[in-house]
Structures are given as structure tokens and as C-alpha cells.
């Protein structure tokens, strides 16, 4: 069965630091892409940032400079370092991936439960 | 970056109703266009991929259309597990953006 599973949400004060992590199985972090996307309280999806396979990075202009994505292939977990954490950041983190049905247009049908983040002092 | 417009942002039908969604981008995302379903709580589940292939398992009364800057998302005969907010999303250029979601709310 292919499961994401992410970890590592709390509360952090703002200007602080967190890691979130996205344990795969079922699927491989080397070889498939892999997302994050937030959702503040009662807004909207965010699409925060991608890890391609060949090794490829990108990020939201709200993040960028700020978030780095990186993955341990040999445990097989995605992460995401958060730094400079501002009270916008708060939200649900969401870890997602595309399976073979999808990886030609990047579009995302695998999900994990989400991690709740909030930055509050 | 390319911005997304979904219209409406919310709607109510009712069960057994036909029910349209658009969503418009910026600029041309050709058919990098999906669109999802998100329930309270949940996480969102893809529903359609590169503007009209459905996804496998997805019941086959969701359909969508479009290309360029112009899609739709149809939904031909709501059922109760449909009322949800669904949101489309381009992919063609980075970084990827969602539309602002369409809640669709029991009349």
C-alpha cells in the first residue's frame, strides 16, 4: 500500500525553526516527486514546494530563501527545514507525490494526513 | 507566477443536480490542468488530471474540459459524498498554483 505519513508539526514561536517530515512507503523518494502544500485555517491549498527525481528544487515566492526541501533516499523520507518561521506559516503541511498515472503532468494523487504547524508567540 | 481564478467560490445544489465549476489562469497553462476534491479534514484527492483524463476509481460523472486559460469542472448528477470544495491547480509552470477552491454546499 502506498502511504505518506508526515511528522514533526508543533507549535514554534515566530523566527524560529522546524522540521517536517514525510516518511514514504509503497513508493520510493527517489524516483518520484515529491510536495509539499499547506492549508492555513480556512483558506485555501498553498503549493509550498517540489522535490523533482533527478534532483531538481522549487519553492513558492512566500518560502523561498526561507524553506529547503531534502530527502534521505536511504530511510526514505522527504523533508522540509523551515527557517525565519513568520505567524503566516501557520497551517496544515500536507506531503504528496504523483504516481506513474500522473507523473507525466506533475499532478498529485498520492497524500499524506497532514501536520499542523503553528507559529505563534 | 500564474494566477488561478475559480468561480464560483461557492455554490448549493442539490442532489441530482448539474453542477459546472471554471477555473481561469493568467496566462495559457495548456493542459496542465488538474483539479481536486478536498472534504473537512481530509487531505484533497485528485479527481482529474491534464484537464480531462479521469483519474482511475474516480466515478465517471466528473468530467472536466478546457485548455490554454479556460477549463471546467462538471459534475453531471451530485451525490451526497460530492458536497465538498474542490480546487483546480496548473502545473506547467513553476511555481505550480491553486485556484481559491469552490465550496459546494447542500441547498
Known amino acids: 500500500e502506498v502511504q505518506l505519513v508526515e511528522s514533526g508539526g508543533g507549535l514554534v514561536q515566530p523566527g524560529g525553526s522546524l522540521r517536517l517530515s514525510c516518511a514514504a512507503s509503497g513508493i520510493s523518494v527517489s524516483t518520484h516527486y515529491m510536495a509539499w502544500v499547506r492549508q492555513a485555517p480556512g483558506k485555501g491549498l498553498e503549493w509550498v514546494a517540489m522535490?523533482?527525481?533527478?534532483?531538481?528544487?522549487v519553492y513558492a515566492d512566500s518560502v523561498k530563501g526561507r524553506f529547503t526541501v531534502s530527502r534521505d533516499t536511504s530511510k526514505n523520507i522527504f523533508y522540509v527545514q523551515m527557517n525565519s518561521l513568520r505567524v503566516e506559516d501557520t497551517a496544515v503541511y500536507f506531503c504528496a507525490s504523483g504516481s506513474a498515472e500522473v507523473v507525466s503532468v506533475d499532478a498529485l494523487d498520492i497524500w499524506g494526513q497532514g501536520t499542523i504547524v503553528t507559529v505563534s508567540s | 507566477d500564474v494566477q488561478m481564478t475559480q468561480s464560483p467560490s461557492s455554490l448549493s445544489a442539490s442532489v441530482g443536480d448539474r453542477v459546472n465549476i471554471t477555473c481561469r489562469a493568467s496566462q495559457s497553462v495548456t493542459s496542465y490542468l488538474h483539479w481536486y476534491q478536498q472534504k473537512p479534514g481530509k487531505a484533497p484527492s485528485l479527481l482529474i488530471y491534464a484537464a480531462s483524463s479521469l483519474r482511475s476509481g474516480v466515478p465517471s460523472r466528473f468530467s472536466a474540459s478546457g485548455s490554454w486559460t479556460d477549463f471546467t469542472l462538471t459534475i453531471s448528477s451530485l451525490q451526497p459524498e460530492d458536497f465538498a470544495t474542490y480546487y483546480c491547480?496548473?502545473?506547467?509552470?513553476?511555481?505550480?498554483?491553486f485556484g481559491g477552491g469552490t465550496k459546494v454546499e447542500i441547498k
Open positions: 522535490f523533482y527525481s533527478a534532483g531538481g528544487k
Open positions: 491547480q496548473q502545473t506547467y509552470t513553476n511555481p505550480a498554483t
